[in-house]
């Protein structure tokens, strides 16, 4: 059964940020050390990175607060998640003070608000401090009598008041900001409302480490073209750039500046490839997804088969399942077991993976590990049973960093046996959020012998949803709407929302959460998929957006990156029942909460195994090398979009390693070889290494099984949901509960398509 509470939808962010206040956007500023500090910095960084940059006490004789407060080596990045406060030349004594950034409580393992600023609590832990009362006066002779923590920006404009400070630990509040500075004054009084008092402790986000490598031109950036005239668009151009290796460039986005070094880099070590044919007029044009209901038994015959469609105003040779994109919407009934014959009709082997399937093994569509590549021509038949209502994926699992961009990707629906598993809504739609690399009206090519974008991966710069660069759809004034969401994108990390319409998130990847909640927007990484409801009060035209903060690397600074996905038309010409009443209401899933009660009790248990995610590189270019070592300076918990297209197109899987590694026992990838009991669960925990030449957020998946997410960084999650991919933050630490339901030989990998095809992936045994 369910339990419902009645609650109003959001307003808005309960975060601290600046969004709606006078003055300057944080987003927009750009701050400038001093040249001889840059200078030194960049000394610094080119000797050896920022690997042992941490910061230290003043003396330096003795590791920082955060650094002590560490409680080993694979928990969540200090260097990330922790900042230092100092005190004063002057204050008299030692104070020590440290400020711990948790995620704030989300359904998602990062928290961002709709414009996507990460969300974090912060909480402050200080010693030392004087009685208020030794510091003296202010200039009007008042005694100071407390302490007030201040939140601002790096220009100190405009401020905000936080908390009364006391030795011990503080709850500061929430913060939004891209960058900040946290200070913390002696005040007259504590209800003070501006900052007036004697300041004691100061400290900066680890984000403000990101400044202008404006001397990077200096140092390595000579390239001897003029970048404004660049035809390829270093600030930003569209235009077709071929080189004489028969590569087409990708375009710089708009308004992001590049080293003229960078532009100059040769082609990947790879041949471009896309797909051909003799008689282009013989492909038949692509057809939008078809539903396909299928009973318990029933047979499906599909295809990979060549498709043309069209994409600003080109014409392209791509793939896609029975001549569509989306493939064809599968739609059957929980507990049925249905027979998938399939055929594949393109120029590359592939298989078929049930994405998030608890699946036979010899089904689960894994070249070389449970079944052969199916070959150009050849045929394969899949046992597909469906054991978990919810809303699962299908696609190719050999080569996808090219099979799946060009269009073989689509759902499978499995309807629940419960009639109130959902609760009401009007109509429902499933949408399959995706991009595509494009330059002007042509296809960027893909790396033949191996992946090329192997460092960010293959971020699109055309947004499509169920294939389309321009979706709509038409509701009704009032109307609640199901939404089921699939990203099926290469590496691009979305936050969507519907402009402003009250939202609730009701399920992931293998069913529905313990409760419904409010949510901004949905944080969705590469195979994650999410059911939410959405409700449009108001008639009028609404867009579907992704809102994200874009990271000009060259330029040290963020900035808002707003893309349109589609258009809801809200039209207030039909009457709808009313559905207001249930869906204020969130919804508590008993059904779902007694499902985990069975392994409530291992949630204490120690860890049983452990991850670590982290990548290596030889032979990248000079250039390449030296500016990453800069930019790992600073690591965002989520790069959402790909700023830097020159250096990651031309890094293949030849220069990138990935790694998953055992760190129990050195091993890494298909050597880690779990052996692991059917019917248990295990604690795994994931650490994401920030120190890697280039940290980035993974969607690790595991195959064939389901897992609990119950921490990240050390905090509880404290609605929880069953899941088959989760989004491992740069420097985090998450731990999992791994249910053992599915004997056989499993993949694990990450699910960014270029990171898997340099390696990020393994295998381990249920017996």
């Not at 409302?193 to 403000?208: A, F, I, M």
């Not at 299908?394 to 959902?422: F, S, T």
Request: charged share 20%; aromatic share 8%.
């Amino acid at each position: 059964m369910n339990r419902e509470s009645r609650s109003a939808p959001p307003a808005g962010s309960d975060a601290l940020s600046f969004a709606d206040r006078p003055g300057p956007r944080l987003s927009s500023i750009m701050i400038r050390a001093p040249a001889s500090v840059r200078v030194l910095s960049l000394a610094i960084l080119l000797a050896g990175g920022a690997e042992g940059v941490r910061a230290q006490s003043p003396t330096g004789s003795t590791p920082d607060p955060c650094t002590r407060a560490s409680a080993g080596p694979r928990t969540a990045s200090t260097d990330l998640y922790c900042m230092v406060l100092t005190a004063p030349l002057g204050l008299g004594r030692d104070v020590e003070a440290r400020v711990d950034l948790r995620f704030a409580a989300s359904p998602f393992t990062v928290a961002v608000t709709a414009d996507g600023n990460v969300r974090y609590d912060a909480t402050l832990t200080v010693r030392g401090l004087p009685d208020p009362g030794e510091l003296g006066t202010d200039d009007a002779g008042r005694p100071y009598t407390t302490y007030v923590a201040w939140l601002t920006t790096p220009t100190f404009y405009p401020e905000t008041r936080l908390q009364e400070v006391r030795n011990g630990v503080v709850e500061l509040g929430r913060i939004a900001l891209d960058k900040f500075v946290l200070l913390v004054s002696a005040e007259v009084a504590p209800d003070v409302v501006e900052r007036s008092g004697r300041l004691v402790l100061r400290g900066q986000s680890p984000s403000t480490r990101m400044y202008p490598a404006d001397m990077m031109e200096y140092l390595v950036g000579a390239g001897g073209i003029d970048v404004g005239a660049d035809p390829g668009g270093g600030m930003g151009g569209m235009h077709h750039v071929h080189g004489g290796d028969g590569w087409l460039r990708p375009p710089m986005p708009e308004g992001i500046t590049m080293l003229p070094a960078l532009m100059e880099l040769e082609a990947p070590e790879a041949a471009p490839w896309l797909p051909g044919a003799a008689d282009p007029e013989s492909i038949p044009w692509v057809r939008p997804r078809e539903l396909v209901e299928l009973a318990d038994g029933d047979t499906l015959a599909l295809e990979a088969t060549y498709v043309r469609r069209r994409l600003r105003g080109g014409t392209h040779i791509v793939y896609g399942f029975n001549g569509q994109i989306p493939g064809p919407l599968i739609q059957v009934h929980e507990a049925a077991t249905i027979t998938v014959r399939f055929t594949n009709r393109i120029d590359w082997p592939t298989t078929v993976h049930w994405h998030g399937i608890r699946i036979d093994n010899a089904s689960d569509g894994v070249p070389h590990l449970t079944q052969e590549p199916v070959a150009p021509g050849g045929s394969f038949t899949y046992t597909v049973h469906v054991p978990d209502a919810g809303i699962y994926w299908y696609h190719p699992h050999h080569r996808e960093d090219i099979q799946k961009d060009l269009g073989l990707a689509g759902n499978l629906m499995v309807r629940p046996a419960r009639a109130d598993y959902y609760g009401p809504v009007h109509r429902e739609e499933v949408v399959v959020l995706d991009d595509i690399l494009m330059n002007g009206d042509a296809l960027v090519p893909f790396g033949r012998e191996r992946a090329n974008d192997a460092l960010m991966g293959r971020f699109g710069n055309l947004f499509l949803l169920n294939g389309e660069p321009e979706y709509r759809i038409e509701v009704e004034q009032g109307e609640v709407v199901r939404f089921f969401l699939t990203n099926v994108s290469n590496t691009r990390t979305f936050n969507l929302s519907f402009g402003g319409a009250p939202m609730k998130i009701v399920g992931s990847d293998i069913g529905l959460y313990e409760r419904e909640a409010w949510t901004e927007s949905v944080v969705l990484a590469p195979a994650e998929r999410a059911i939410v409801h959405v409700r449009f009060p108001a008639a009028g035209e609404l867009p579907i957006e992704n809102r994200v903060t874009g990271m000009d690397h060259l330029g040290g600074r963020f900035f808002p990156e707003v893309d349109r996905l589609g258009t809801v038309t809200v039209r207030h010409d039909v009457k709808l029942p009313d559905l207001a009443g249930p869906f204020t209401t969130l919804r508590e899933h008993l059904f779902v909460q007694e499902d985990i009660d069975r392994v409530r009790g291992e949630f204490d248990r120690p860890v049983d195994h452990e991850l670590l995610l982290t990548m290596e590189q030889e032979g990248l270019p000079f250039v390449v090398e030296r500016l990453m070592r800069v930019d790992s300076a600073y690591f965002h918990p989520v790069e959402w979009s790909g700023t830097m297209p020159m250096m990651n197109w031309n890094a293949t899987s030849a220069e990138v390693r990935w790694v998953l590694r055992d760190p129990a026992t050195g091993r890494e990838g298909m050597d880690i070889a779990w052996e692991l009991p059917l019917g248990a669960v295990r604690k795994i925990r994931v650490h994401n290494e920030r120190r890697a030449f280039h940290a980035m957020q993974h969607p690790l998946h595991i195959h064939g099984q389901r897992f609990l997410v119950l921490s990240v960084n050390g905090v509880p999650t404290d609605n929880l949901v069953w899941k088959d991919t989760v989004l491992v933050p740069v420097g985090a630490t998450v731990d999992l509960l791994l249910e053992l339901s599915n004997p056989g030989a499993w993949m694990m990998h990450c699910h960014i398509s270029e990171h898997l095809e340099a390696g990020m992936h393994s295998a381990f045994t249920v017996r």
